[in-house]
């Protein structure tokens, strides 16, 4: 899309994704940039990210924005000794040369981290929470889950529509639990991304197995439903931890799906993040694109196979 190196696309990015930094001092189970990790230094989930000179990348993501081609950056910053100096660093630079929103995905320790960030030009900080759950965040992340959330809440009042997070589905939590902590994060006024596990070669969690795709088709169009104010946990029925009934009819659903916008990529806006979760070969657990109407019937038709209508 930069123009910066050959390659085919099948579904173009309409966001700049850029990671700064080296291997990351902390240790997720699933990352490919965790500390102990033995994936490829490039890499980050299933993306390659190779090195260009700063000024030039600038440059062509100003071109880009221009051309209507690209509609936002994101840096994804691991962490280390002095990242947040160079985040500071880098998000300033690119405003100067670009003018498109910016956002930063990072783990900021406390509120003056992220008041920094928006100061130097980003629209959006996003500190990912990913677990569902207290045992999960334990299990894969590591440190404490309770600090996140409560620099999340903390920083959703004071810079209110400027934070976000993301959860990931198929770390162990059930599709009761990711709900109930993706309307909490809603209801805090928080800009939700939503991924699904991929295991990834090199990392602790190599050998897992990526959510069943009728599971997550049913978290993505809950999370979808919060969102639009069309639904609450509260009115919906769980079996076992499984999302059975979204207390509406199947016709109510079919109409409100209609499109499947749903089952397209969450986060923030102009956010596709192409084949991320999963091979371009497919299942797509993120559709990058809108969907034809056909896709989207069929994906409608499917979920609904799966309810107790």
Same mark, same amino acid.
């Not at 609450?232 to 499109?259: N, P």
């Given at each position: ?35 102990? =990790?033995? $994936? +490829?230094? *490039?890499?980050?989930?299933?993306? &390659?990210?190779?090195?260009?000179? !700063? #000024? @030039? %990348?600038?440059? /062509? ?43 930063? =995905?990072? $783990? +900021?320790? *406390?509120?003056?981290?992220?008041? &920094?960030?928006?100061?130097?030009? !980003? #629209? @959006? %900080?996003?500190? /990912? ?54 309307? &909490? ?10 991924? /699904? ?27 979808w439903l919060l969102k639009e104010g069309l639904g609450a946990i509260e009115a919906w029925r769980f079996e076992g931890g499984r999302l059975v009934d979204y207390g509406a009819t199947a016709e109510a659903l079919a109409l409100w799906l209609a499109g499947g916008d749903a089952f397209r990529t969450a986060g923030c ?41």
């Amino acid at each position: 899309m930069l123009g910066l190196c050959p390659g085919a696309l099948d579904a173009a990015p309409t966001t700049a994704y850029l990671m700064l930094g080296e291997r990351c001092v902390a240790d997720c189970a699933f990352c490919a940039q965790a500390r102990s =990790s033995e $994936a +490829a230094a *490039d890499r980050l989930s299933r993306v &390659a990210w190779p090195p260009f000179d !700063a #000024q @030039r %990348v600038a440059q /062509a993501i100003a071109e880009a924005h221009a051309r209507g081609e690209i509609g936002r950056a994101c840096f994804q910053v691991t962490h280390g000794a002095g990242s947040h100096a160079s985040a500071r660093q880098a998000v300033a630079a690119l405003a100067q040369a670009a003018d498109l929103p910016i956002c930063v =995905s990072i $783990a +900021a320790h *406390d509120l003056e981290e992220i008041e &920094a960030l928006l100061a130097a030009g !980003a #629209q @959006r %900080v996003t500190i /990912a929470l990913d677990a569902a759950t207290p045992q999960v965040y334990a299990r894969t992340k590591g440190g404490s889950r309770e600090r996140t959330w409560a620099l999340l809440q903390a920083g959703a009042g004071r810079f209110p529509g400027r934070l976000g997070t993301h959860l990931i589905a198929g770390l162990g939590e059930t599709e009761e639990e990711l709900l109930n902590t993706a309307q &909490a994060l809603l209801r805090l006024g928080l800009t939700l991304g939503l991924f /699904a596990f991929t295991p990834v070669r090199g990392t602790r969690l190599a050998g897992a197995q990526p959510p069943p795709l009728e599971s997550y088709r049913r978290i993505q169009a809950g999370l979808w439903l919060l969102k639009e104010g069309l639904g609450a946990i509260e009115a919906w029925r769980f079996e076992g931890g499984r999302l059975v009934d979204y207390g509406a009819t199947a016709e109510a659903l079919a109409l409100w799906l209609a499109g499947g916008d749903a089952f397209r990529t969450a986060g923030c806006p102009d956010c596709n993040r192409p084949y991320y979760n999963e091979r371009p070969s497919g299942p797509l657990y993120n559709y990058p694109r809108r969907l034809t109407p056909d896709e989207a019937e069929g994906e409608i038709a499917a979920l609904l196979r799966t309810l107790a209508l």
